[in-house]
């Protein structure tokens, strides 16, 4: 069974029958970007377009499987992106899909409320789950991971892998090994065995369920304080990142309030 997300911005299950059933509106969607790119309007604009206009959560095309919505509510914009540009190969700059895939970043300056607008406000919502739930939720990790490695070496301690170990305990109240024998056995294998086999899907997956634990775990007060954590690790690697990257960041504003997962809201 698949899962997408509604014109309600809520989680919509279907099974393989029913989304083969949705292919030819997927293509309808794929052959309105092949007239409009670089045409009617920018490429980039004609991409975003669509995304508001998919509704595919997953599928097979060029020789992969394309995983769009992560646990049913989380929008991956950018693979969707890169699964649309294959579309219009001859209408995009090689280097301005290269600053895409490779940066997240699209061409002039586009803002966040274009963003929203030419996404849609549904689409839009399944972003920003992605973006907190997955990117943020990264960066904090990694925050916390650093925090800890620099405490050990101030004791005198080598580095190992007992730090990430300890980060998830302190993040999500179990080590890493624990959590993700927990997830691996509640998802039934869908994304194999272990971690060191999980596709990047099956990461991400990992990772906003993470996320969703520690929204439940912890009061609200220490959800926000962690998850600006995050954000401003993420901040840091951004101003650390390549100078030369031209392009808007399709990042939503650091004020914009974090979203709680759908089930899961005050």
């Not at 369920?209 to 009061?219: G, I, P, Q, S």
Request: charged residues 25%; aromatic residues 10%.
């Amino acid at each position: 069974m698949s899962a997408a997300v509604d014109q309600n911005g809520a989680a919509l299950a279907f099974t393989g029958s029913d989304a083969a059933e949705r292919l030819p509106a997927a293509q309808n969607v794929i052959e309105r970007l092949q007239v409009r790119a670089g045409r009617a309007e920018p490429w980039h604009i004609a991409v975003l377009r669509a995304i508001g206009e998919w509704d595919l959560p997953d599928e097979e095309a060029s020789g992969r499987h394309w995983h769009y919505i992560i646990g049913g509510e989380a929008l991956d914009w950018l693979t969707l992106a890169q699964r649309l540009c294959l579309a219009i190969p001859d209408v995009i700059p090689a280097d301005e899909l290269e600053t895409l895939l490779f940066f997240g970043r699209l061409p002039g300056n586009l803002n966040t409320d274009q963003f929203r607008q030419l996404t849609g406000p549904y689409r839009y919502t399944a972003h920003l789950n992605f973006w907190y739930g997955v990117v943020v939720e990264e960066a904090l990790q990694l925050a916390v991971e650093e925090s800890i490695r620099k405490s050990r070496i101030a004791r005198c301690y080598g580095d190992s892998e007992k730090v990430v170990e300890e980060a998830f305990q302190h993040l999500y109240g179990a080590t890493r090994t624990e959590l993700a024998g927990e997830f691996l056995a509640e998802t039934a294998g869908q994304w194999g065995g272990d971690l060191e086999t999980i596709s990047l899907a099956g990461w991400y997956e990992f990772t906003y369920w993470l996320f969703k634990r520690r929204v439940r775990k912890w009061h609200p007060a220490r959800v926000a304080s962690d998850t600006r954590r995050g954000l401003d690790r993420l901040n840091e690697l951004r101003r650390d990142g390549p100078a030369d990257a031209a392009g808007a960041l399709c990042f939503p504003d650091d004020a914009a309030p974090v979203l709680m997962p759908a089930g899961h809201r005050k």
